[in-house]
């Protein structure tokens, strides 16, 4: 699996750096054709501890707010939680990628 922001590193840095309070998230958007809107999230995510990931989430909130919102129904309802599970840093994933973490090699990820 390959971590965006971590696609060197060996897992031993991967697990420092995740017990020094960086996070792994996966952001939301949305794409809306009139009558069928998809929900989607984004590849993994490594955040630095102290950073809130706004930037690295920007552009997957642009794609909701310019292509998401004008599906309906689902469109007008979807783009708005997209863009606050954005804003707010992404959906946490970091506990359920902690047992596949373990698993991998101490070689360069993927």
Same mark, same amino acid.
């Given at each position: 699996?390959?971590?965006?922001?971590?696609?060197?590193?060996?897992?031993?840095?991967?697990?420092?750096?995740?017990?020094?309070?960086?996070?792994? /998230?996966? *952001?939301?958007?949305?794409?809306? #054709?009139?009558?069928? !809107?998809?929900? %989607?999230?984004?590849? =993994?995510?490594?955040? @630095?501890?102290?950073?809130?990931?706004?930037?690295?989430?920007?552009?997957?909130?642009?794609?909701?707010?310019?292509?998401?919102?004008?599906?309906?129904?689902?469109? /007008?309802? *979807?783009?708005?939680?997209?863009? #606050?599970?954005?804003? !707010?840093?992404? %959906?946490?994933?970091? =506990?359920?990628?902690? @047992?596949?973490?373990?698993?991998?090699?101490?070689?360069?990820?993927?």
């Amino acid at each position: 699996m390959a971590i965006h922001g971590a696609e060197t590193w060996t897992t031993d840095r991967l697990i420092r750096e995740l017990s020094a309070g960086g996070r792994l /998230v996966r *952001y939301q958007y949305c794409i809306s #054709f009139i009558f069928t !809107t998809l929900r %989607r999230e984004s590849a =993994v995510h490594f955040v @630095p501890a102290g950073q809130a990931g706004l930037m690295t989430g920007l552009p997957y909130t642009l794609l909701a707010l310019i292509l998401g919102w004008w599906g309906l129904p689902w469109g /007008v309802l *979807y783009t708005p939680v997209c863009v #606050f599970t954005n804003l !707010t840093g992404g %959906r946490d994933v970091t =506990v359920e990628h902690l @047992p596949e973490a373990a698993s991998w090699s101490t070689a360069v990820l993927p």
